[in-house]
């Protein structure tokens, strides 16, 4: 599993030019799964996500997690992330797990954001989509597990 995890002032996603998640202040995640990816890969990063300390202090020092902002998330399914492109020119997505599949560990780490407080907003599984980020910083991880 794969997550370019961003921290925004805001973020926000139309799917045939209709907003259908936006957020304010909080994280917007790009989220590919991987063949083989399973409930090892999901925990341990919503985890992550959930709890990693990026969002500043008093001090103005990373400190804080979502959670402790009380930000909320915008994830957004990208099959693209699992793809490769060392060979050739175009790339190959044999790493991206099948859709339905990938759909099931995409649903299951909503889930478990949510599970934890968060208000999560997403995408359109498999639709072709338009993400807006106003990424804050610019701060950008990507956590692959």
Same mark, same amino acid.
């Given at each position: 599993?794969?997550?370019?995890?961003?921290?925004?002032?805001?973020?926000?996603?139309?799917?045939?030019?209709?907003?259908?998640?936006?957020?304010?202040?909080?994280?917007? &995640? &790009?989220?590919?799964?991987?063949?083989?990816?399973?409930?090892?890969?999901?925990?341990?990063?919503?985890?992550?996500?959930?709890?990693?300390?990026?969002?500043?202090?008093?001090?103005?020092?990373?400190?804080?997690?979502?959670?402790?902002?009380?930000?909320?998330?915008?994830?957004?399914?990208?099959?693209? &992330?699992?793809?490769?492109?060392?060979?050739?020119?175009?790339?190959?997505?044999?790493?991206?797990?099948?859709?339905?599949?990938?759909?099931?560990?995409?649903?299951?780490?909503?889930?478990?954001?949510?599970?934890?407080?968060?208000?999560?907003?997403?995408?359109?599984?498999?639709?072709?989509?338009?993400?807006?980020?106003?990424?804050?910083?610019?701060?950008?991880?990507?956590?692959?597990?």
């Amino acid at each position: 599993m794969i997550v370019v995890l961003q921290r925004v002032s805001e973020a926000s996603v139309k799917v045939k030019g209709k907003t259908v998640g936006e957020i304010g202040a909080g994280l917007c &995640l &790009l989220i590919g799964v991987e063949k083989g990816d399973g409930e090892e890969q999901v925990r341990f990063v919503s985890g992550k996500v959930a709890e990693l300390r990026i969002f500043p202090d008093e001090k103005g020092r990373m400190n804080r997690s979502v959670i402790d902002t009380g930000g909320a998330v915008l994830a957004v399914s990208q099959f693209t &992330l699992a793809g490769s492109v060392n060979k050739g020119r175009r790339p190959g997505f044999d790493g991206a797990e099948e859709p339905e599949r990938a759909r099931k560990m995409f649903d299951r780490f909503v889930h478990l954001l949510r599970e934890r407080g968060l208000e999560v907003k997403t995408g359109v599984f498999g639709a072709l989509m338009e993400v807006g980020i106003l990424n804050d910083g610019p701060v950008t991880f990507i956590i692959q597990k």
